[in-house]
């Protein structure tokens, strides 16, 4: 079993559309929760860290975790052709920095 | 902002080669990373370290090695270049729970 899994995609949303993004993890002792975009051929970027349960939101982004389910989600609202790239999850299972990563969800805003 | 820089974004080395990637964070960060990422395996981690001259194996160290000597420079060094060692390898640092990645080194060994 995976330590984070992710639906690969691809997902494709209109412009102006929520996109929905999913991630499960397998250690129920996980503190710290990110995601990350990463665009083609360039290096990931933290978008948003959670570290307790319910809603964080930053702008257009709403993070959402329920650690009794054990998920994590990305909500991405207004979807602009500019948020067409993959995202990341990653879970800190234990103090000590050393993350997992899904392997990502490509989104893809159509115009 | 957090500034994250690796030494090259390409680099191209023959098998055998010992190979040195350079990491630097200009944040006075504790804890380093270096990871690979290959299509369909996503990101793994290679080393890591949180501490000057200090060192952890991550999930596949084989084949490699790091040098922490200074707080904000993490080198990962391939001793022998192999092809299986084609890959985006890619730095981060963390001040204790996020990581900031740099921007990659994509290396090919031929």
């Known amino acids: 079993q995976k330590e984070v899994e992710q639906n690969s995609g691809p997902l494709s949303v209109p412009e102006g559309a929520i996109a929905s993004l999913n991630c499960t993890y397998s250690d129920r002792g996980s503190q710290s929760f990110f995601w990350y975009r990463q665009y083609s051929g360039k290096s990931p970027e933290l978008i948003m860290s959670?570290?307790?349960?319910g809603d964080k939101e930053d702008g257009r982004f709403t993070a959402q975790l329920n650690k009794a389910s054990q998920y994590v989600s990305l909500l991405i609202r207004d979807s602009q052709p500019s948020d067409s790239a993959t995202y990341l999850c990653?879970?800190?299972?234990?103090?000590?920095?050393?993350?997992?990563f899904g392997t990502g969800t490509s989104l893809t805003v159509i115009p | 902002d957090v500034k994250v820089t690796q030494s090259s974004r390409y680099l191209v080395k023959r098998t055998g080669e010992k190979v040195f990637l350079e990491c630097v964070q200009d944040m006075d960060h504790e804890n380093m990373f270096w990871y690979r990422q290959d299509p369909g395996l996503g990101l793994r981690l290679i080393y890591f370290s949180y501490d000057v001259k200090m060192k952890e194996k991550g999930d596949i160290p084989e084949g490699y090695s790091v040098s922490r000597e200074k707080k904000e420079r993490f080198s990962l060094i391939l001793e022998s270049a192999s092809t299986n060692q084609t890959s985006m390898y890619l730095c981060?640092?963390?001040?204790?729970?996020?990581?900031?990645f740099g921007p990659g080194t994509r290396l090919t060994v031929t």
């Open positions: 959670i570290y307790s349960n």
């Open positions: 990653a879970v800190d299972p234990r103090t000590g920095n050393q993350f997992y």
């Open positions: 981060a640092s963390s001040p204790l729970y996020e990581q900031y």
